[in-house]
């Protein structure tokens, strides 16, 4: 299967700028806020909408509590995570907030390599995948196969051999019905899709170049423990392993490389060359990965993006990300417009709390309640392709094309799942690391 760098079709997130224009430009009728659920007929019977959440960490949390508020109807019913104590924390917050949405039998909490599936056999309706990204191949796949919806938190793989099953399982959601929503919560931000319709419209004139940014400070660490063994410790620590994560450029300045895809309507580079090395997390707790990237990526019309994320404490931060066209500038993260035509994003135009990761929720809930399914499948995975491509050029100091990122045979993932030994890969060198 080939995946050009052009994107032909695209289920898009709200095309409107109001949450009500929202709903009826997509035609979904909304749950809640004083507007009637769709009669639907779930859980044997009820109007139910039965969820199940595989992988408890604070992302998983956070998406379970978006899901029961998109839906007065939608009951959490299964949990699912590698660790016990992981899923201890996430039961006691979930129930403790979520009053009678929160249904978790005690015989519906589920740990292990294996929990996921164990999950799927139970009668959920819709999954919510939000583990770390390496098992997102396997679980989408399993979860489609079950005849589930499916909310699907980026980036959806860390090498682009998952990429592919991703597409493959997407397209079979699409022959089963399914909705597949994605985690890059920003298509959904009613800001900007008002931002990116003007950008579009042409309002800053022909796209000449963009530039992502997403320079932060350190993150989190787990001190290993005694009883850890390395595979429990790269689990628990899974940010900062390759495999796991698919290293930060990946995992999370995915969101900026696909509002930059958005901007260009969904057109992808054809190419890119980067720089990027590990100088801060030095340090064998934090992995293999790097703490800085630099990249430089090129579209068949001339346009370059330039893309830069570094996690180095004591530095100056900047998430900024920026539109440069012929007539003037937009700026992504404040939603201002400056050239032939000033404007900034308010209240003015939406009037509405703009909470793009309640969105994406609420979207998929409306979606699965009017049989009408989302499909962000083609988006989510170009944009992890995105990063991936970035990153090998980094790791490799060559200059990559899309192509050859596409048919890579680059396959991060171990050939078996057991806890013990696992070796750490070395810390990519450019120059001497292969592209594959």
Same mark, same amino acid.
């Given at each position: 299967m080939n995946l050009p760098s052009r994107m032909n079709s695209l289920e898009p997130g709200p095309p409107k700028t109001t949450r009500r224009s929202f709903i009826q430009g997509t035609g979904v009728i909304a749950v809640g806020a004083g507007l009637s659920p769709f009669p639907a007929v779930y859980a044997a019977g009820s109007d139910i909408i039965r969820v199940g959440l595989i992988g408890c960490g604070g992302r998983g949390t956070g998406a379970a509590n978006n899901a029961l508020k998109a839906d007065p109807h939608a009951r959490l019913v299964a949990m699912a995570d590698m660790f016990p104590d992981k899923l201890e924390r996430s039961y006691m917050s979930l129930k403790k907030a979520t009053g009678e949405?929160?249904?978790?039998?005690?015989?519906?909490?589920?740990?292990?390599?294996? %929990?996921? !599936?164990?999950?799927?056999?139970?009668?959920?309706?819709?999954?919510?995948?939000?583990?770390?990204?390496?098992?997102?191949?396997?679980?989408?796949? &399993?979860?489609? %196969?079950?005849?589930?919806? %499916?909310?699907?938190? !980026?980036?959806?793989?860390?090498?682009?051999?998952?990429?592919?099953?991703? @597409?493959?399982?997407?397209?079979? &959601?699409?022959?089963?019905?399914?909705?597949?929503?994605?985690?890059?919560? @920003? =298509?959904?931000?009613?800001?900007?899709?008002?931002?990116?319709?003007?950008i579009h419209d042409g309002q800053i004139g022909r796209i000449v170049s963009l530039q992502a940014n997403y320079n932060i400070g350190g993150l989190w660490h787990h001190p290993r423990q005694p009883e850890?063994?390395?595979?429990?410790? #790269?689990? +628990?620590?899974?940010?900062?392993?390759?495999?796991?994560?698919g290293d930060h450029i990946v995992e999370q300045h995915v969101h900026g490389l696909d509002l930059m895809a958005w901007a260009m309507k969904d057109e992808y580079p054809t190419s890119c060359f980067a720089l990027g090395g590990r100088q801060a997390r030095t340090d064998p707790k934090f992995g293999h990965i790097f703490d800085h990237h630099a990249v430089c990526y090129e579209y068949a019309g001339g346009q370059k993006c330039f893309s830069f994320c570094r996690q180095q404490n004591g530095t100056d931060q900047d998430t900024g990300h920026f539109v440069y066209g012929s007539n003037g500038t937009a700026d992504l993260r404040r939603k201002t417009m400056?050239?032939?035509?000033?404007? =900034?994003?308010? =209240? %003015?135009?939406?009037?509405?709390?703009?909470?793009?990761? #309640?969105?994406?929720?609420?979207?998929?809930? +409306?979606?699965?309640?009017?049989?009408?399914?989302?499909?962000?499948?083609?988006?989510?995975?170009?944009?992890?392709?995105?990063?991936?491509?970035?990153?090998?050029?980094?790791?490799?100091?060559?200059?990559?094309?899309?192509? #050859?990122?596409?048919?890579?045979?680059?396959?991060?993932?171990?050939?078996?799942?057991a806890f013990g030994p696992m070796p750490v890969p070395p810390v990519a060198i450019p120059g001497q690391t292969p592209l594959i």
């Open positions: 949405q929160f249904a978790v039998r005690p015989e519906h909490r589920f740990t292990g390599f294996d %929990a996921y !599936k164990k999950l799927l056999a139970t009668d959920v309706d819709v999954v919510l995948l939000t583990t770390p990204p390496a098992f997102r191949p396997e679980h989408l796949k &399993a979860v489609v %196969a079950a005849g589930k919806h %499916a909310f699907v938190e !980026k980036p959806v793989a860390v090498d682009v051999k998952g990429c592919r099953s991703i @597409l493959a399982t997407c397209e079979e &959601a699409k022959r089963k019905n399914l909705s597949v929503v994605s985690g890059l919560m @920003l =298509r959904y931000s009613l800001a900007m899709n008002e931002t990116m319709k003007r850890w063994t390395d595979m429990e410790w #790269q689990l +628990r620590n899974w940010y900062y392993f390759t495999w796991l994560s400056t050239g032939g035509q000033i404007w =900034r994003y308010g =209240r %003015a135009q939406g009037g509405e709390k703009d909470i793009p990761y #309640q969105l994406e929720h609420d979207a998929l809930f +409306r979606s699965i309640r009017a049989n009408e399914p989302i499909n962000n499948g083609e988006y989510m995975v170009r944009s992890t392709v995105m990063g991936i491509m970035g990153r090998m050029a980094g790791y490799t100091g060559k200059s990559v094309t899309w192509d #050859q990122a596409w048919n890579s045979r680059e396959d991060l993932l171990p050939t078996k799942y």
